[in-house]
């Protein structure tokens, strides 16, 4: 079997494998969360839960992230927040505005839309890439991180960072033949799409729940998110 093969395989049956290994899985984790129930609110409101909860949204995605002296974030780990948020919004870009992912989700999804040029998506990747080592290095040397890292963590930390390394090394022909590195990161996605729903990488599902829930708290309360 030569590497034109293996591609092949791995981002023909195996993809769609760990696609739908990755759809039940994080279907059945909607479903859990759901069957929680919400329960009954009893307490007259004061505000609006509708408010509270679009002042969280606007504040955790628009503002917070970049803006961290805002939340007093640098009395606490500046590193973690602002690396994680850089993280984040590279992840974004990379994901949805890069040209060859985005034919990936056209070919699932049966439409396309407009992605950004190639070194714009190219830089975002150099960066999102640099802070998930700057990440993993704060997690050694950090005395309250260090306390609670063990190996979900780091093998987390390396199902998300090998993908976006290949990628990167892909893109622009580093070390191996185009196949080979397609290859390895075909095989790295398909880990890492078997491995969310069993892992706390599973967590951007429940971000918007969370966001949703605690803003509207608020806003019952009429307290400023």
Known sequence: MNWNQISDFLRGPMFYVS?????????????????????????PSKGSKAKGAFISYAKGILIWPFIPWVKNTFRGNFITFVAGGIFHLGLIVILIFGTPHMLVWKSLLGFGWFTFPIPVVDFFAAITIISLLILLVNRFVH??????????????????????????????????????LFSYHMFFVNILLIWIPFSRISHFMFYFFSKTIHGAQFGKRAVTP
């Open 19 to 43: 696609l739908l290994i990755f759809i039940a899985g994080m279907f059945y984790r909607l479903v859990r969360v759901v069957a929680l129930g919400w329960n009954k609110d009893k307490v």
């Open 143 to 180: 005395p309250v991180l260090k306390l609670i890292s063990g190996v979900p963590e780091i093998a987390n930390w390396t199902v998300v960072f090998l993908p976006m390394l290949t990628g990167w090394m892909m893109t622009h022909h580093l070390f191996f033949q185009y196949e080979v």
